[in-house]
């Protein structure tokens, strides 16, 4: 993406942000609420599109007036929302408008390719014929994950995957960003979560303002650094209390 800017009357959410993605690399975007990255995320999946600026895929300039038209293109976008049907079972979530078969379903054929694909990701859900209604929040996304990966695609966009999940299943969600990063996926991850970023990723793009504000490649870069880039303050309470810990152990 090149230039992209986006406007909603005369509130101005976006204006001329960058964002590339790589095949096979988790970049995170993270920001302060406002600072756009729900717009830009939006503008991939087909739900608004930019009033100017580039979207090339495959090194090919590409319109998205569209969610379907992001799905042809290979995007998939896992909302924060999920959207899954709770009375339905694991399978028919996962081939949920895509059922496998003609004048009947073909129930046997998906449920075999639900477990291959769950064991793909090394997912732990206990059986693909329960309700999702009785999954934990961390099942629940992993299911999320599985379904948007029925289409093949080659980018994967998670809106804030471990929001509202305890520890041991934000690690379990984790781990699926691990797997989709190991099929050579390229993934988006949205995250306020700065650990859960530096766990995963492996570049940051800072939005604020609704414009870029610093491109880090993990290993590079400190948690003070992107709080800095996030905030747009250089001395914030987490630099000041290391710069403390520093001259009191001088």
């Known amino acids: 993406m090149r230039g ?4 909603f009357g005369a509130v101005r ?63 998939a976008t896992v909302f924060q929302e999920l959207s899954l049907c709770d009375n339905l079972d694991v399978v028919s979530n996962l081939f ?11 129930e046997v054929e998906m449920e075999k390719r639900s477990w291959e694909l769950l064991r793909q990701l090394s997912a732990k859900i206990p059986s693909v014929r329960v309700p999702v209604a009785s999954l934990s929040g961390g099942q629940r996304q992993t299911v999320a994950i599985a379904r948007s990966l029925i289409g ?15 520890i041991a299943q934000t690690a379990e969600v984790l781990n699926l960003v691990e797997r989709l990063r190991e099929r050579g996926l390229g993934v988006v991850l949205i995250s306020h979560n700065l650990a859960d ?27 003070e650094e992107i709080i800095a880039a996030i905030t747009g303050a250089t001395d914030t309470a987490i630099t000041a209390r290391d710069s403390r810990r520093g001259e009191e152990s001088r």
């Open 4 to 7: 992209i800017n986006k406007s």
């Open 197 to 223: 970023v530096q766990a995963v990723a492996d570049r940051v793009v800072v939005l604020r303002l609704g414009r870029n504000n610093g491109v880090f490649t993990v290993p590079d870069v400190s948690y």
């Open 96 to 106: 949920l408008g895509r059922e496998i078969g003609a004048a009947a379903l073909d």
């Open 13 to 75: 959410a976006l204006t001329d942000v960058d964002l590339d993605i790589h095949a096979g690399e988790v970049v995170a975007l993270v920001g302060d609420n406002g600072a756009g990255k729900s717009t830009l995320v939006k503008i991939l999946a087909g739900v608004h599109a930019q009033d100017s600026g580039e979207i090339t895929f495959d090194e090919k300039r590409v319109s998205i007036p569209s969610p379907a038209a992001s799905r042809e293109l290979g995007i």
């Open 152 to 166: 093949e695609p080659t980018v994967v966009i998670l809106d804030e995957p471990t929001a509202a999940l305890g």
